[in-house]
Each structure stands twice: as C-alpha cells, then as structure tokens.
C-alpha cells in the first residue's frame, strides 16, 4: 500500500513543480515584455527583500499542511513578537539584542501553545489556530497600549533594509532556510513522518511515528519562524505596531497550496513552496510595473490561484483513471 | 450577592478613578498645544525647514510631469475627493499627470509595497498619505534618493522622508472645533466615547491628544469613556459604535467619529438605535455621507476641511517644488484658485482653518 503511494504520489508531485516552473517562466518572460523595470537584477533582488516574511512563514506552513493541519495565528504570533521587541527593549530595558532573542523566543512559545492544545485537547487545527489569531492580535494590542515603538538604533536595520555582497541581507536567512527545510522535508526520517502522518494519520501511530512530538515540534517551528518574520519585519520598516502581520497567514497559505501541497495532507514539497511565493510576488509587481491597478491585481492572483488547482486536480484525475 | 454588586462597583469605580487620570486610548504621546478656549488664535512658533532633499533629480521645470498618488487606501468617499481635487489641478495645469493607487485597506506593509512598485517603475514624483509616519519612511526615503519628489497629504511621514506636507489643518484647531461642538450638544458635564481608525494612526492619534489637552483645559466636566478602533471600515464601525450605545446606554451622550468612515456609521447605529436626540454624534466625515444624518437632524454638525481642495493643492505643492517655485525657506506658495497658502511648522502648508457644515449648507457640498 505504502509502497504505491509513494509510486503514485512521486510522479504527480513532479509533474506540478514542472508545471508551475513553466508558468513561472512564462509569468516572467510576459511581463518582462511588458515593461523593462520589471526583469532587472535591482527589481528582483528587491521583490525578494520583499516576500522574505511571507516566505519565511510559508516554508513550516508546508510542513504543517502536509500532515493535514493548519497555522491560521501566523500573523498575529508576528504582530505579538513584534511589539514584544519593541516593549522589551523599551519597557523592560533589555539589551536591543536581548530583546529580539526575546521576540522570537515568544514566538516560539506562542506556535508551541498551538501545538500543545492541538495535541493534548485534540482541538482541530483550525479551530485551535483560529482561536490564537485573535488571541495573539489581542494580546499584542494590549501589551503595546496600541502605541507604536521607534528610534531603533542604526545597526537594527541592517538586516531589513541593508545588503551583505550586494544582495538584501534576509535573503540570505531566507536561502538558508529553504536549504533547511527542503533537506529536512525531502531527505530525513522526520520529513517522512510529516507524509505519513498527513497520509493517515492513525496508520503513522501504529507505525510507531511519534505523531504527537512531531506536530509539537512544528507548530513551535512555525512559531518560531513567524517571531523570526516579525524582527526581519520590524527591521524593514523601522517601527513596531500591533497590526503587523495581519493578513500574512493567507497570503503563506496561498503560496503553499499554489505550490501544489495539498490542503488534505500528504502530498507536497518545499520546491513546490518556493515557486509558490516566487511567483505570487513576481505577478503582483509585475503587473504593478505594467500599469495594472491593485484591485485588478489582487483579481489576478486569485484566477492563478483557482486555475492553478483545476489544472492539478485534472492531472491527478487522469493520472489516476490511467494508472 | 449584594455584597459581589458593592465589590464589582467599587472596582469599576476605582480603575475608572485610575483610568481618569490615564491618557485616552487612541492618543500620541507628543507634546500638545491645545488652543484657547475662546477665539484667540493660536501662536505658530518659527521653524526652519525639516523636509528632505532629492538627490539627482531631472529639472523638469515648466515640462510635463507623471505623478502617482498613493492614499492609506482607495475605494472610500474621502480619497476619491482628494483624487477628484488632484485631477482638477492637473487639468488646469495642463502639464501635470497623476494616477491614484493604492491599498483596498490601510494597511502598512501593502502601502510600502506600492510605492516601492511606482519608485522601481520611475515617476516623476509621488504623493501619499501615510498610514503609518515612520513605516513609510525607508521606501519615502529610497525615492527622494532616486531624484523623484515627495509630497505628503492627509497624513505626514517622518519630515526628513518627504519634501513638503500639506497640512489639511492644524491638530489643536480640529481637536477644538469637535470638542467646542460636543459640548455644545450634550453640555459640559456630557459623557463621551471615541471611534477611531487604530490606535496607531497619526492624525487620529494626534488629534485625540489634543482634544484631550483641549477638553481638560476648556471642559473640565466632560468625560471621556472610550476610545474603541475600527479600521477603516464600513462594518466594524457601526459594529463598534453600537457596541459603545448598548454598553453604556444612558450614560453615553456622545459619540465622536475620528474617520470619514466611522461617522456616517457611527450616525447610522444612532439612529437605528432610536437614540437619535439622547447620543450626539460629532466627527470629521464628507457631506455626501453625513447628508441623510444631517438633514434627518441625527447629526447637528460635520467638521473637515475640503478633501477635494486637499488634493488640489498637493497637486500645485508638487508642481511648485518641481518648478523651483518652493523651497526650503519659503514662506507662501502659490495654489491656484485657493490662494497663497501658508508655509507653517518647518515644511508643512496650512490649508486652512476647519469647516463645520449643518443642516443649513449641507447641500452646498458635492464629495
């Protein structure tokens, strides 16, 4: 049974990847043709400085969505580690570089909250993380009184607004992660598991995968990475505000399933993931370069966004009647 | 259970007692200036220039320019009047064009996003009303660094991040006119509660700690309960300002709405509420929103300015700076059919003093 999924599954995952690069590289060469602002090496670079955030948050999104849950409280747990620099620095008077450890450490603590309730009451994903992305938003606008933090020093926008070799310094982080995340997800017994357990996830305990451990561990990490979002965010735009974030977990979301994860666990790839983003962000400037207004743009992404899911569901159903 | 009431009451009364004495929600930390309480007109202290420079920028003086205007968001009644104002200077220009885009919500990061987008595409210049005055800097910044002006309306950014703002009217004389009003309405001993767009927004935030400073300074008596945010948007205004009349019931006898949004919403929850007559409602909002409010006599009186004037005159603000025709130092420019208007503050232009419309020329207004 393992044995054909893994043999069904394989092929369709590759066919998607392929198909969504060669959207990709039409998406690029059609708007290049459009307008010679959009494929320079100053814009691309930009646009990655960019959807670092969205990108850094999708990446243990795919992780979770491939075991069949969900992180809906990403951009408030990047709200609340936000303004949680910013009062620690401010309020409590630790060290700036204290402070930022601090905000990544509360996002940590908030993904590994959902993981907890998740495991240990069994609330499903959705309800669990609905419920903490008003939870978080809230305590995040409590805690700052609403009132914005500024006057970091010059170093702390090094890694938001500066660049190391000619190249936005997130990038970097971001590069480093997708390396991560791809050789956890594609070449470790713990990337396995996350099949598994999205495949069937009562099969995967009886198989002696530490289902629960596991999940822990990745809403921590999504956690973790939403703090981390929220510092390079913080950085980039040289202020702390409560409403950070908002709106973050469904444009991560987008760039997931776009990437051919399935929202029903199981299936996906952090390649998928990659192209994902890439492309949503690329389409939006793109078309903004082209003289496209925002309402038409956002109009766009969502017929990408269905299209994107009829031309896989149409492949997977053929590849299954053929097989 | 009596004895639960007095425990619940006693608290209530003492972090109202500690609250009192608290800042309002929704107001900066800035230093303020309230106005006097009669009409004494407010003293403006001298200022040098504290705007930015373009470095590299083309002389385009007399030529045709491209302008992008960026409001908080599009899609609501008072942007498509400063809109409107920017295409009537731009006709009578002649030589000036401008494209309104922007956010569907005002939102910061959406906001810097297109900007960044119009910077990289190369334009002439950009207008923008700031969501957020220090978020937007960076992005503000990276355009004057590529030789493209900056203008700010509406809602400033850090000064050194653009080159002039137009200043629809000052913070103390707007925090005047809407307490002066409120208290008109429901006396000086009125309670009175808040709707506003995010705690973080500056000109709310601005105005709310004025009219603070303003009301403990003029009406003592009044009291403020609280200031709830709303976005900007249409159904968690009337939502919110609904919340408000359930919760407090008699003892709110007014409500003011800080957006263009929330007043007509705020107005709306009054009278389906039935309280017209027992909750005021005061606040900044475009005639054509409020008509149905005023003229029902729910609402006695509007404040703002001209929107439409607003943009009309970041539109000749523009031109002059790209002309030559204002620079740092300057004390007046020249905006067409509104006149010379008044350097103030280092490098903002006053449009103004604010407007109150009532019932009796409501319908002098179209926007």
Redesign the interface.
């Known amino acids: 049974m393992s044995v054909e999924a893994r043999a069904t599954r394989a092929p369709f995952a590759y066919h998607h990847e392929l198909l969504l690069l060669i959207v990709l590289v039409l998406v690029v060469g059609f708007l290049a043709v459009g ?1 010679d ?1 959009f494929l320079t090496v ?2 691309m670079l ?1 646009q990655g400085r ?1 959807m670092t955030e969205v990108a850094l948050v999708a990446l243990p999104m795919t992780f979770i969505i491939i075991t069949g849950g969900i992180d809906l409280s990403v951009g408030s747990i990047m709200g609340l580690a936000a303004i949680m620099l910013g009062v620690a620095w401010k309020n409590f008077g630790l060290p700036l570089e204290l402070a930022i450890v601090f905000s990544v450490a509360v996002g940590a603590v908030a993904g590994f909250f959902n993981g907890l309730l998740i495991i240990r009451v069994r609330v499903p994903p959705l309800i669990m993380t609905l419920a903490t992305l008003a939870l978080y938003r809230g305590l995040a ?1 409590g805690i700052s ?4 933090v ?1 006057g970091y020093p010059e170093w702390f ?1 090094v890694l938001g ?1 500066g660049e190391v070799f000619g190249v936005p310094t997130q990038l970097w982080i971001l590069l480093v992660a997708i390396i991560i995340f791809w050789i956890v997800l594609a070449k470790t017994t713990f990337g396995r598991s996350l099949y598994a357990i999205g495949y069937n996830e009562e099969a995967a305990r009886f198989s002696g995968i530490p289902v629960d451990r596991i999940k822990l561990i990745i809403y921590s990490l999504s956690g973790t990475m939403a703090g981390l979002a929220g510092y390079i ?1 913080v950085s ?4 702390t ?4 974030g ?2 973050l977990e469904l444009d991560a979301i987008a760039a997931v399933v776009l990437g051919g994860t399935s929202i029903f666990g199981g299936v996906g790839t952090i390649a998928g993931t990659v192209i994902g983003f890439t492309l949503i962000q690329l389409l ?2 793109g078309l ?2 082209s003289g496209v ?3 038409a743009t ?1 109009v766009v992404i969502g017929t990408v966004l269905i299209l994107s899911i009829l031309v896989s569901n149409f492949l997977q159903r053929r590849r299954g009647a053929g097989g | 259970m009596k004895r639960l009431a007095i425990i619940i009451a006693t608290t209530t009364a003492l972090t109202g007692a500690a609250l009192a004495a608290d800042p309002w929600d929704g107001g900066d930390d800035l230093p303020t200036n309230p106005l006097a309480c009669d009409d004494t007109p407010g003293t403006v202290a001298a200022k040098d220039y504290d705007g930015g420079q373009t470095t590299g920028a083309a002389d385009k003086s007399g030529k045709e320019i491209t302008l992008i205007d960026i409001p908080k968001l599009v899609g609501v009644g008072y942007f498509a009047a400063t809109t409107e104002g920017m295409r009537q200077a731009a006709e009578e220009l002649g030589n000036v064009k401008v494209t309104t885009d922007g956010p569907t919500e005002a939102n910061i990061d959406d906001q810097i996003t297109f900007i960044d987008n119009y910077v990289t595409q190369g334009v002439d210049g950009v207008l923008f009303a700031a969501n957020d005055p220090v978020a937007i800097a960076p992005v503000l910044k990276k355009a004057l660094g590529k030789g493209i002006h900056v203008v700010g309306y509406d809602a400033n950014s850090d000064p050194d991040a653009r080159e002039w703002f137009v200043n629809q009217a000052e913070f103390n004389g707007i925090a005047k006119s809407l307490i002066d009003q409120m208290a008109a309405e429901i006396g000086d001993e009125g309670k009175f509660a808040i709707v506003t767009s995010t705690f973080t927004t500056p000109n709310q935030a601005r105005w709310i700690a004025e009219m603070q400073a303003y009301q403990e300074s003029c009406h003592p008596k009044m009291e403020w309960l609280e200031t709830v945010e709303a976005q900007e948007d249409n159904i968690l205004s009337f939502n919110q300002a609904n919340t408000l009349i359930n919760k407090y019931g008699d003892d709110l006898d007014g409500i003011f709405g800080m957006t263009s949004v929330a007043t007509p919403a705020a107005a709306e929850a009054v009278t389906q509420a039935g309280a017209c007559g027992e909750t005021a409602v005061v606040g900044l909002a475009t005639p054509n929103a409020m008509r149905p409010y005023v003229e029902s006599g729910c609402v006695k009186s509007v404040v703002l300015w001209s929107p439409v004037d607003l943009g009309y005159a970041a539109v000749y603000v523009m031109r002059a700076v790209v002309d030559g025709d204002l620079s740092p130092g300057d004390t007046e420019v020249e905006a067409g059919r509104l006149g010379k208007l008044q350097v103030v503050n280092g490098s903002e232009i006053l449009l103004g003093s604010p407007f109150v419309f009532d019932k009796s020329n409501v319908n002098d207004f179209d926007f």
């Open positions: 307008t602002k100053d814009n930009n960019l606008e009184q609403a009132r914005s500024r926008f607004q965010f980039r735009v040289s202020t505000r409560s409403d950070m908002t709106g939006k400037n903004a370069l207004k925002g309402d956002i």
